[in-house]
């Protein structure tokens, strides 16, 4: 018997943490801590790599969905912070384009530059900006592969209408994904042949 | 209160079908037949686009999960058959790794190649090889969009250890996607600025 449904799920500790937190961040850099301290929270519960992840209504500050990096925990490689912020904010408003039409603009605003596959999945998404903290090269530098991905890629972004402002808190950001390498986290990555 | 769990499902009609199939199969154009036949029934039952993806063994062919596209009826972009695919067998083996130590080597087989999201997640899977039946430029011609991916995507994934054979029953896996674009089927897409 085949396996029919996909499952994946956020720590538990997360609904508490959530309630120390207002319901709508008005600043980008405060919608920026907020998700650096949701990272480095992951760390510290030993619940997934160091990456967090969350969407906001753009004018509003509203948030809509957070997520940190499961990928180990939940057997999912997919499960970076991005793909589930993106997949919550939509089973939340129960619409597979945050950008419908009669929805507010919606952005997604993430700890560390997407990965490859992440970077994919925002045009798919329909949110209209996307904010980051550390950079690409923070990532790699700290021994995650972060895929092939165009250099020019906020330009391809923009393209197709969805901006992208970057190295927000990036030093905070940085911060996080080294004290998870620090305490022996899995690094987990693509392969190369020699 | 903010959801804490991503759930997302096949449909019904999956696991019945799945019955009259043997539980491996052992060529690879076997494999896409299966494959581009579950791509159809997909469009006929009215449950998702017309596209679908599995994990075999490479060797062996026994069937390790099959999906197919559930984007607009989960509620979910990242819902492509390939994300679904892979992430239903690392479930089932219990790790986000489908290449760990002890494990036969896997393969991924998509009915048509896949978008730039889709790409960037083949790498994190651990798969070791990768076949494909409609070509990217089949889907576009049908009105649906890829992404911007490295147009030598191909070498990009030789150098990862990953092998592609592409065009397997590409006439077959095409008239899939034409045939879901001619019953009105949504194509959901990213966004251009004009």
């Not at 952005?107 to 550390?134: D, K, N, Y």
Request: with cysteine; proline share 6%.
């Amino acid at each position: 018997m085949l396996a029919t449904g996909l499952s994946i799920t956020l720590p538990d500790w997360l609904p508490g943490w959530l309630q120390s937190w207002p319901h709508s961040i008005k600043g980008e850099t405060e919608r920026m801590a907020f998700v650096v301290e949701l990272a480095r929270r992951n760390v510290d519960e030993v619940s997934g790599g160091p990456f967090a992840a969350a969407v906001f209504e753009q004018e509003s500050g509203r948030l809509i969905s957070a997520a940190v990096n499961r990928v180990v925990p939940q057997h999912a490689s997919i499960a970076h912070a991005e793909m589930l912020a993106l997949s919550l904010a939509q089973q939340s408003l129960g619409c597979h384009d945050l950008g419908a039409p009669g929805m507010p603009a919606m952005q997604l605003v993430s700890s560390t530059e997407p990965c490859s596959m992440c970077l994919g999945a925002v045009p798919w998404s329909g949110v209209r900006s996307l904010l980051c903290g550390a950079r690409d090269e923070d990532a790699r530098e700290l021994g995650f592969d972060e895929g092939d991905k165009p250099s020019d890629w906020p330009r391809l972004l923009a393209r197709r209408g969805i901006s992208v402002r970057r190295d927000l808190l990036r030093v905070e950001a940085r911060e996080v994904i080294g004290r998870y390498a620090l305490k022996g986290g899995e690094i987990y990555n693509g392969r190369y042949e020699d």
